[in-house]
């Protein structure tokens, strides 16, 4: 990095040196960022500090450093920890808190920010530590625009960075549920193996054969999400009529080979009824309808 870039890399603090957090460190290190660091466990700054970054005693010292300090530690409790032992050193601060947690706990935090003259976007990581400081690493982030806007070079060194708009839970809202797309998909995908194995079907076979369909998936996702905001459920994957039978035929296949259809048999159960309900014609993305009316009865029952 030449001596111009060093010399408007803007400080940053990082409170918080877990796997994530210290990758974040390093990379803005690396990348000519005066960074201080502080972590609860003092010993894990030595490789940071050997880096080139400074190590602060305490977090209040390492908050007083830098206009900018992001917190990445275990969970919002931690965060709570952190931050109580601040005081009045946040105010005209940025904190960018890119811990995983709910919605309205980056609420509560982004009114605590509020209140001691602090800016605040909370933000959320999909990628490894390994990757931060490249593309592949996907940030969300909500909370002050001001704050992204003027920070958003440096967010950008980090990975790909996206603003959700001001309320600081939408970060929060796209990380969990990302995330959770994820385990759904490998949770019936482990399943899937065991039924493929129980079949004396080569699993790692099947699943070089399966990731090719897995990435066909993408324009289906693109037209339920439209669907769903539309409340307009067109025929795909066929209509639910024709999907229904099929549903038989897959769960009956899995219980005679001991595998788990628990969630083959809610989806046979939402088809039956959505048919029953008149709406065979409709597509897949039709099963909404029930899930959100569903949710509307356990919140007012």
């Known amino acids: 990095m030449s001596r111009k870039a060093e010399a408007t890399a ?11 957090g210290s990758a974040i460190a390093r990379v803005l290190t690396s990348r000519g960022h005066p960074t201080t660091v502080w ?18 005693a305490s977090a209040a010292e390492a908050v007083s450093a830098s206009s900018v300090v992001v917190i990445c530690v275990l969970d919002y409790d931690a965060v709570d920890a952190v931050l109580d032992s601040l005081g009045a050193v946040i105010a005209g601060k940025t904190l960018v808190n890119v811990t995983s947690g709910s919605p309205n706990r980056a609420r509560t935090v982004q009114r605590w920010a509020t209140e001691h003259g602090a800016d605040y976007l909370d933000g959320g990581i999909l ?12 940030l969300s982030f909500s909370g002050s625009r001001t704050a992204f806007e003027m920070h958003g070079a440096t ?17 929060s809202v796209e990380f ?14 482990l399943h899937t193996l065991h039924l ?6 080569d699993p790692a076979e099947f699943a070089a054969r399966a990731a090719d369909s897995v990435n066909a998936y993408g324009p289906l996702l693109t037209a ?36 788990d259809t628990l969630r083959m048999d809610e989806v046979k159960a939402l088809m039956d009824r959505r048919v029953a309900d008149g709406y065979g014609d409709e597509g897949f993305s039709s099963l909404y309808a029930l899930l959100a009316r569903e949710a509307a009865a356990d919140a007012h029952p």
């Open 196 to 201: 493929v194995q129980r079949e004396g079907v």
């Open 10 to 20: 803007e400080p940053i603090t990082v409170l918080g040196l877990g796997q994530m």
């Open 224 to 259: 339920m999400g439209a669907a769903v905001r539309d409340r307009s459920y067109p025929p795909d994957l066929g209509p639910l009529a024709v999907q229904a039978p099929l549903m038989v035929d897959l769960v009956e296949h899995r219980r005679s080979l001991g595998v």
């Open 127 to 138: 990628g490894d530590p390994t990757d931060v400081g490249s593309a592949h690493v996907i």
């Open 155 to 171: 967010l950008r060194e980090l990975g790909t960075p996206t603003y959700y708009g001001e309320d600081a839970g939408l970060a």
């Open 176 to 189: 969990m549920a990302q995330v959770a797309v994820g385990y759904e998909l490998l949770m019936g995908f």
């Open 39 to 56: 972590n609860r466990t003092a010993t894990k700054s030595g490789p940071l500090v050997d880096a080139g970054a400074s190590a602060a």
